[in-house]
């Protein structure tokens, strides 16, 4: 009966038709928003497949240039001292940089 009385009092009011539209319009922004959320996890896990890909495709090529240099050089392990040598020339290089930028980015 309680619950009569407030409907009935929504109505003389008003309230009821402005609660349906306001459930209707956060209803529209709550698919905006899961559209949106998914466009972007759509576009995250495609950034993650490229990611993998590319890391996948650079190791067997430092796999392949690392087997190469061993027949090069006639020996079982140096190849892969050069490579692994290489790429840690190539991450202490690049982290000098980002270094250097950060440094002069708190200037």
Do not use: P
Not at 73 to 96: D, N, R
């Amino acid at each position: 009966m309680n619950f009569k009385w407030k409907r009935l009092l929504f109505r003389l009011i008003g309230l009821e038709f402005l609660s349906k539209e306001v459930s209707k319009y956060m209803h529209s922004i709550t698919e905006e928003l899961a559209l949106k959320f998914k466009k972007l996890m759509l576009q995250s896990m495609l950034w993650l497949l490229m990611i993998l890909l590319f890391n996948l495709a650079l190791f067997f090529s430092l796999l392949a240039l690392s087997l190469y240099l061993n027949e090069l050089f006639c020996s079982a392990y140096q190849g892969f001292f050069v490579v692994a040598g290489g790429c840690i020339a190539l991450m202490l290089v690049l982290l000098g940089i980002v270094k250097f930028f950060w440094a002069n980015k708190e200037v």
